[in-house]
């Protein structure tokens, strides 16, 4: 790994050039009176085999600073962003963290595509008091392991508890086979799913989990029809989770498929094709939900980059919206003021729905369950 000035040069991918940098304090910002632009920092995986995360959530963010900036900006001052890319490698995240920190004219953190590298960087963030609304992270380790940390994201416990609530009752299905990706995402989608299903009632017949990049599921998708399940739940990444799903149409199953938020991608629907017809899963938002805010969202993301929106360019959209208008609440770009302002956020009417965030930081709202239909993810009504 580079060390981390040669990194973080390396990785500044647009933005004005840094300002002079600043040994970590606890306030950090310009606070009332600031002039010129206010830089919002973010860092995700924008390069490699995981960058679609990272460069989804930065299209929405780019739209909502369009859109903020087009209505007089924040504070009467211009939005800009200062991009890292942190390789989706958690030695990455401490190094990225200390560069974010060290411009004091940044007020908030966006964006984070793994939870490692969250995790890795964020006594560093918590040490210079620099808040962060993340839209890609779920591990519970997150959840109140800092009081600068939010996400507009649901917590993979939240999410597994969930999904097995709404097949077990919305679904004809007692007997389901678990596949996951070996993460600390995949892992803690699938314990939150077993075990709500089991408590519901159903049998987990089968765990099994598989490494990112994995290829061939022949043997892993034999083991898991022949445990005698009724359906397949897959908790990991749209890449592995079509080639599964594209494996268990191969062998002649015709079983429900149900997968978790990582599979919340046009590019699922890509890789899987035909095969993903009928698959269903949930996210916190649908490209299309009727509701006002996400109408509007989904038009004007539509006409800038004339493709529907994902589940992260949403979230991270929503994120960028709720920093400005807790920038906006607190009267200045001071962290701590910054902070503050954003564990504030009650009923922010947003483009994934009504956002809170509980004592933990944790989004407080409620997932949409959908289904694959035509190519599109569509919000299952009945």
Known sequence: MKRSSGLAALAIVSGSALLALSACSSSGGEGDGGAGSIPLGYTATLSGDFASYGLEMREGIDLAIEEINADGGVLDRELTIESIDDEGKPANGPVVAQELCDNAEIPAVLGFSFSSVALSGLPIYTQCGLPIVASAVTS??????????????????????????????????????????????????????????????????????????????????????????????????????????????????????????????????????????????YAAFSASDTRPEAKAFVDAFTAKYDKEPSNWAALAYDATHVVADAIESAGSTDRAAVAEAIRGTDGFAGATGTIAFDDDGNRVGELTFQRVEDGKFVVITE
């Open 140 to 281: 519970p380790e997150l959840s109140g392991a800092s009081e600068i940390f939010f996400r507009t994201v649901f917590t993979d416990a939240y999410q597994g508890a969930e999904a097995a609530k709404f097949f077990s009752e919305h679904r004809d299905v007692s007997k389901i086979a678990v596949l996951y990706q070996q993460d600390d995402y995949g892992k803690g989608v699938a314990d939150a799913f077993s075990e709500a299903f089991t408590e519901a009632g159903g049998e987990v017949t089968s765990s099994q989990a598989y490494q990112l990049g994995t290829v061939n599921f022949g043997s892993t998708v034999e083991s898991a029809l022949q445990s005698g399940a009724e359906a397949v739940f897959i908790a990991g990444f749209y890449t592995e989770a079509s080639k599964i799903v594209t494996q268990v149409r191969a062998s002649g199953s015709e079983v429900p498929i149900f997968v978790s938020d990582g599979a919340n991608s046009p590019l699922f629907t890509e890789l899987a094709g035909g095969d993903a017809e009928g698959v269903e899963l």
